[in-house]
């Protein structure tokens, strides 16, 4: 560990993207090994799982490499690109009506901007309320002046969700990078790595038990698989990932363990969430590419750091405001 | 075809794509370069922009619109882009007796491009297709040897309804189905009647 602490901060980003990039590679390599050997076909929707996971693990690696790599600037924008994307796949999805275009298009090209335009600013006060409070009036407000009062309520509901999720939820993500810790400047896109691996930890461990233990599922008709053996292990999985990270993180590694613990609870529950909202929707990846909307399925991949980030984010700063 | 138009074109199909996505599924023919004539359901201003940008790149440039000759030549700028990035069959809506409406297409067709119409002449916003005008009959009469392709444009209205200037971003899709013919011996309304159901039966099934 001493070693580590003397290299300097750019050494140990280097480090850590050699190790993340290395065991991703090895966990791809065991999974593809694994699905050589299996023919069985009532695994086969749990392997398509697991590598459809895999893939969103690569997805937020790269991801999380290039906003290294484009600084503060760089990472805003890729994230507002990504609560775009996420946002027009959940809006298509959500039927809409005539009377609502105008609130669309103030959350796309008015919230959407705003908000990420706090996060650059780091006027993270402001940029915590701004959609809870403010936009929270806006949109019903534009909505009635729309003068169409059937299922009100259903349609703004719908709108304000899906903008705390692709919108509130995922701008927390850039929001880490550029957040100042004490004794801890700069480093602000290790807290998001420590983000993303500890959900994926967690993400992929649950997948794996629920695969091995074979529970009775707790909400058969949301999802098969979801138990809360299944779940507490992904949680637990995600402190052990944490605390092998918490050099990283500005905190001893029993806190480490417990903020990752937390997070990764958050993670997966927010993808079971984002299940059942899809069951309600009818489809069964956001993507669905049989019939609708042949979206690339970016809210799937994304859903568990859309409910993960707020949380972590927070309890970050509620934690260095009891330390100042 | 000019560096301006190109990029032109590359600006259109990059916002269209932003917004709506234009994912085209080919499901009952592969994206070929072969001559066809693309008939879709109208429901708004931007399903051409739609298909066009669904396209591959290499199709796009023979493969051309109708547009109205009063309303998009009257301004230069509807001009250019409908006749340089577009490439546009212009047709006169004011009816003349010595000439055929259709033959702007027909010449067209002759050339060997591939065009997209919209066989029942007005956008609806009912859901449902209405009933097709007689000049995609005519047009498949004259040039057997040329593909009719079935196109469905989903979700569209919901991007731009009528009324509304700026577009909201929604997932939209073209689906292509099966090239069809015109059967020996099959009347105008029976084509026009089949041309219908296989344009309908390609939206995909409400869940």
């Known amino acids: ?324 | 075809m000019t560096f301006a138009a190109k990029l032109a074109g590359v600006l259109v199909s990059f916002i269209a794509r932003l917004v709506t996505g234009a994912q085209g599924h080919w499901i009952g023919c592969p994206p070929e370069a072969l001559q066809r004539i693309y008939f879709a359901n109208h429901q708004s201003h931007l399903d051409w922009v739609l298909i066009w940008a669904a396209l591959p790149q290499d199709l796009r440039i023979r493969t051309r619109p109708i547009a109205a000759r009063d309303y998009w030549t009257a301004s230069r700028f509807k001009h250019w882009i409908t006749r340089e990035v577009f490439h546009a069959v212009y047709v006169s809506r004011q009816r003349t007796d010595d000439q055929d409406p259709l033959e702007p297409l027909l010449e067209a067709l002759r050339q060997g491009d591939s065009l997209v119409i919209f066989p029942e002449g007005t956008r609806s916003n009912k859901g449902v297709p209405q009933s097709f005008k007689s000049g995609l009959f005519h047009l498949a009469e004259q040039f057997p040897e040329v593909q009719l392709v079935p196109v469905w444009i989903d979700n569209v209205q919901r991007v731009m309804p009528k009324g509304e200037v700026v577009p909201v971003p929604i997932l939209c899709t073209a689906t292509f189905g099966v090239p069809m013919k015109i059967e020996a011996g099959e009347d105008k309304r029976a084509f026009l009647e089949r041309a219908r159901a296989e344009v309908l039966a390609l939206r995909p099934a409400l869940t």
Not at chain 1, 73 to 79: D, H, V
Not at chain 1, 95 to 110: E, G, M, N, W, Y
Not at chain 1, 183 to 199: D, E, H, K, Q
Request: include cysteine; charged fraction near 15%; hydrophobic fraction near 55%.
């Open chain 1, 1 to 324: 560990m001493t070693s580590l602490q003397s290299l300097n901060v750019e050494q140990q980003v280097a480090l850590l993207f050699l190790m993340l990039f290395g065991t991703l590679a090895l966990v791809s390599l065991a999974v593809f090994v694994r699905s050589l050997r299996q023919h069985d076909t009532t695994q086969s929707d749990l392997q398509l799982r697991l590598w459809r996971d895999l893939r969103a693990l690569w997805l937020g690696s790269v991801v999380f490499w290039l906003s290294w790599l484009s600084g503060p600037l760089g990472a805003t924008l890729l994230f507002g690109v990504f609560s775009f994307l996420a946002l027009r796949e959940f809006i298509t999805l959500a039927h809409t009506r005539r009377s609502d275009h105008r609130s669309l298009l103030l959350a796309f090209f008015v919230v959407l901007p705003v908000q990420y335009l706090l996060v650059g600013l780091r006027s993270f006060d402001l940029f915590s309320v701004f959609i809870p409070v403010y936009v929270f009036l806006a949109i019903p407000a534009l909505s009635a002046l729309a003068g169409d009062p059937e299922r009100f309520l259903e349609r703004n509901a719908k709108i304000q969700w899906g903008i705390m999720v692709c919108v509130f939820g995922l701008s927390h993500a850039p929001a880490l990078l550029l957040l100042d810790f004490p004794n801890y400047a700069g480093r602000g896109a290790f807290l998001l790595f420590f983000l993303v691996m500890v959900t994926a930890t967690a993400q992929i461990v649950q997948e794996l038990m629920s695969r091995w233990l074979r529970r009775r599922p707790v909400a058969r008709h949301i999802d098969r698989s979801f138990s809360f053996r299944a779940w507490c292990s992904g949680a637990l999985a995600a402190a052990l990932a944490g605390g092998a990270l918490f050099w990283i993180t500005p905190v001893p590694a029993w806190q480490a363990m417990l903020w990752a613990m937390l997070v990764g609870a958050c993670g997966t529950l927010g993808d079971f969430v984002m299940r059942a909202l899809k069951k309600d929707a009818g489809v069964r990846y956001w993507g669905n590419h049989s019939s609708l909307t042949g979206a690339v399925g970016l809210l799937d991949r994304v859903a568990p750091l859309c409910f993960a980030a707020p949380v972590f984010f927070h309890s970050i700063r509620w934690y260095a405001s009891l330390r100042a």
